[in-house]
């Protein structure tokens, strides 16, 4: 893949590069694991609508927090933190 | 954090930018000039979503989507609408960063239809994910080669996940059908005069492949530690366990009605009631796609061309041809939901352990315990959460039956938002009043 055809990220700290037009919830899976978030009960929890319904696959993102990761594309730069 | 109001006055405002909300904007354009909004990060809605441009591009070949690229369409994406004021003819919205003030001449809500789930033990655990869901982040760019992938749930929506996560590497372990085999088959025929050939094609392709489909089949239990390793699966009365990496699982789907409904527009069952120009009861809102019913793309397309050209006064046998096409697809729409109901044992899958309400973790057990909606969130606090109820009350509505377990009337702001944007917001219009 060339370059300019993808872009680096930070997921919890490590570097990945993915290809342009990834969603975050793609690129944290791709990272490893498919949990985004922690539930109120402890849980751990990954994306379930894929659509920006459910709130499930919420991450903090360039220090925002509660962002829907399904629905946001991956930037240069960008950092995203599960909770 | 400051939030800087944006406002913009336009002619006919779209919310939705789907098959429904493109097929408008086109039509519209032949007169009015356009403000496609929609809170994805690009165009294509639910069947030809994509992140990417590339995804547009092929979009802009279609017939019926046309010249996207038209000087007189405005685009918007990562725009969320969540409230609506008819009377006004204003919207408001929130973005990534920023809030918006919209006012609009016309409106056309195209805000299409989200899948149903329904609360199995287990389900809450990592990659038990939407069938659309997972096929959304498929096509978000998650690479699935190789896995194992259960789909089951109910409507022909599973053939056509089946097969495009098939088409990725995928290994569809079997497709789980709730509905017997005789009223599919009974669709299959219906098909033969409501030829949609995207979903024909799709099926031939799974039988091609040998994808098991498996009909009077759906998942009981989702078993794994630390994400989903095996789905429990009644087929024909007994229980079969499948070793996998995904379920794919959506029972349907269910109308995004709410911002018609905090708007005011009257309802007709579960949908938003239109009339034959697809006006609601609200003057200068229309409504089209799977809003007023769940009946595949060609319906959405021809009720968004219908809305369009109402608004971009096509000549009368354009209009006239769409109002024949689309009476045609809303026959469809009534042999889909006939073959696809779903079963009354599906009410029973959840145990007194199940979380029903996934913001706020609250349990059947302490769910059941209550008589209606209203009660049991009071109680429990479910349907409280961030998806303001839109994934248990709609689960609640099978489990419990209607009557009383509706979610209660919709107000603004129909999706959380950032209180800053309120703040922002709501100054204004008080400035106003
Ligand atoms: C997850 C999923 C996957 C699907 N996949 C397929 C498929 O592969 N093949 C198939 O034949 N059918 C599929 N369907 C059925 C599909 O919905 C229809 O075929 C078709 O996409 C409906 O078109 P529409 O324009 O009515 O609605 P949609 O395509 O759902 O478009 C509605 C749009 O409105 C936007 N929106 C909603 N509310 C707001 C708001 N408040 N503010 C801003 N924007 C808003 C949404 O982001 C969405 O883009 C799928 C449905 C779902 C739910």
């Keep these: 893949m060339s370059v300019s055809a993808s872009l680096s990220v930070s997921v919890g700290g490590s570097n990945l590069r993915v290809p342009a037009g990834t969603t975050v919830a793609t690129a944290v899976a791709m990272a490893g694991s498919p949990a985004m978030r922690t539930s109120v009960s402890g849980e751990r929890r990954g994306a379930l609508c894929g659509m920006g319904i459910c709130f499930e696959c919420r991450v903090t993102i360039n220090g925002q927090p509660h962002q829907r990761s399904c629905q946001t594309v991956c930037a240069e730069g960008m950092e995203i933190e599960t909770t | ?433």
């Excluded at chain 2, 802009?60 to 004021?85: K, N, Y």
């Excluded at chain 2, 669709?187 to 009077?216: C, N, V």
């Excluded at chain 2, 794919?248 to 069952?269: D, H, I």
Aim: charged share 20%; glycine share 10%; with cysteine.
């Design chain 2, 1 to 433: 954090m400051n939030t800087s109001v944006r406002h913009i006055e336009a002619d006919v405002v779209i919310v939705g930018a789907g098959p429904a909300g493109l097929a408008a904007a086109r039509a519209a354009t032949q007169s009015r000039s356009v403000l496609l909004l929609d809170d994805n990060p690009a165009a294509g809605g639910q069947i030809w979503r994509g992140a990417s441009e590339r995804a547009l591009q092929s979009l802009t070949r279609r017939r019926e989507t046309g010249p996207l690229a038209s000087p007189r369409i405005q685009r918007m994406f990562g725009v969320r609408i969540f409230a609506g004021d008819a009377a006004r003819r204003a919207l408001r919205a929130e973005t990534a960063t920023g809030a918006l003030q919209i006012r609009y001449r016309d409106l056309v809500l195209a805000t299409g239809a989200r899948e149903l789930f329904l609360p199995v033990p287990g389900w809450t655990l990592p990659n038990v994910m939407g069938a659309g869901g997972l096929q959304a982040m498929v096509k978000g760019g998650l690479p699935i080669a190789g896995k194992r992938i259960v789909v089951a749930g109910s409507g022909p929506l599973l053939l056509a996940v089946a097969d495009v996560l098939r088409s990725k590497g995928a290994k569809v372990v079997a497709i789980a059908e709730q509905a017997p085999a005789r009223a599919v088959n009974a669709f299959a025929w219906s098909l033969l005069q409501h030829p949609a050939k995207l979903l024909q094609a799709a099926a031939l392709r799974t039988m091609q492949w040998g994808i098991p489909y498996w009909t009077d089949a759906w998942p009981v239990a989702c078993i794994g530690n630390q994400q989903l390793e095996r789905v429990m699966v009644m087929r024909k009365g007994r229980r079969v366990e499948l070793e996998c990496d995904y379920l794919a699982c959506g029972f349907g789907l269910v109308p995004n009605t709410e911002l018609a409904q905090q708007m005011g527009c009257a309802m007709q069952g579960d949908f938003v009631k239109v009339n034959d120009a697809q006006l609601t009861s609200q003057p200068h809102v229309y409504c089209a796609g799977e809003v007023t019913g769940i009946g595949g793309v060609q319906k959405s397309l021809d009720e968004g061309g219908v809305a369009g050209s109402v608004l971009g006064a096509a000549p009368v046998t354009a209009l006239a041809a769409l109002q024949r096409s689309r009476a045609r697809w809303r026959r469809f729409e009534a042999s889909l939901n006939h073959a696809f109901a779903l079963r009354p044992e599906l009410s029973t899958l959840a145990d007194d352990e199940t979380i029903v309400c996934r913001c706020e973790d609250v349990t059947w057990g302490r769910i059941r315990a209550h008589s209606h909606w209203l009660e049991a969130k009071l109680h429990t606090r479910c349907g409280m959460g961030p998806c303001q109820g839109r994934i248990c009350g709609a689960a609640l509505g099978v489990m419990r039956g209607k009557t009383g377990w509706q979610v209660e009337s919709i107000r603004e702001p129909v999706f959380p938002v950032r209180a800053e944007t309120l703040a922002a917001l709501g100054a204004r219009r008080e400035e106003n009043s």
